[in-house]
């Protein structure tokens, strides 16, 4: 992703540093957070980076900081400096809004259910980069991609019979689970019969998945509630006996944290 936004970037070149900037100034650049945050994207940026020649000092993904602390620092041309500026706090900003409220929404769960896993979804903008700040902010990946588990969801149950998939599916490697989303009591207790390993409570009230998940505790599973959980609401599901709370808020709902770059010219 570095490589693909610093290219869409620079293709054409950077037409003002060339021009106006000597190709062989040297600058000492700082990253200042604008705002208190949970860092995410140091270690990342830090290895692409050092790969456009310059030598970096970062602070640590998952600390955090307060406004006005310098986050990193950066030594070598001044051109490449400022031809890497925007992706770099794109990038930075970016991942670290997303750790900051996924941790801000798993301290507040653990409050009233530490058991309970908060993870993301695949409602990503950015894929890799989202998940990895997620996990930063202490959440849990979920899905990678589409061949990390068997998740039967309801556009596959128009067009084949639940008792059917869940035996399908079991033909998949014993390394595979098998997770069924359904929107009913009826159909939460049918794939937990049916041997399902995870069953994913969708777009279901607090009052609904706390009466569901007292009858599939009977059954050896993991219950997973989605849909339509917010920061305002996440407290009442957590409230309930479950397992995991997945949220496509911590990445398509996240604010970018600001990050601004300062330099100066450096003689070495």
Not at 44 to 52: A, C, F, H, P, T
Not at 62 to 73: K, L
Request: glycine share 6%; hydrophobic share 40%; aromatic share 6%.
């Amino acid at each position: 992703m570095f490589w693909l936004l610093y290219q869409e970037d620079t293709q054409y070149g950077d037409i003002t540093s060339e021009t106006v900037i000597p190709k062989d100034v040297q600058a000492l650049a700082r990253v200042v957070a604008k705002e208190r945050c949970v860092l995410a994207g140091m270690e990342y940026l830090k290895e692409n980076l050092r790969r456009l020649e310059l030598e970096v000092e970062a602070l640590e993904d998952g600390m955090e900081v307060h406004a006005g602390e310098v986050v990193m620092r950066l030594y070598g041309n001044a051109r490449t400096i400022l031809k890497v500026e925007r992706t770099l706090l794109n990038i930075l900003g970016r991942m670290s809004g997303v750790a900051t409220e996924t941790k801000k929404i798993v301290d507040k769960v653990r409050r009233i259910n530490p058991h309970v896993r908060i993870a993301a979804t695949r409602k990503t903008l950015w894929g890799y980069l989202d998940k990895m700040a997620v996990k930063i902010g202490g959440g849990d990946t979920h899905r990678w991609n589409l061949g990390d588990m068997v998740l039967i969801k309801d556009n596959h149950l128009t067009l084949i019979p639940l008792e059917d998939a869940i035996k399908a599916a079991k033909k998949v490697s014993f390394t595979k689970k098998i997770e069924v989303e359904v929107e009913s009591e009826e159909a939460a207790l049918k794939a937990a019969k049916h041997g399902a390993d995870i069953i994913l409570l969708d777009n279901m009230s607090p009052e609904e998945v706390c009466r569901i998940a007292k009858k599939l505790r009977n059954y050896p599973i993991l219950i997973e509630v989605s849909g339509g959980i917010t920061p305002e609401n996440v407290e009442r599901y957590a409230a309930c006996d479950i397992d995991i709370i997945s949220m496509g808020y911590l990445t398509h709902s996240a604010r970018s944290i600001n990050f601004s770059l300062e330099i100066e010219k450096r003689n070495y």
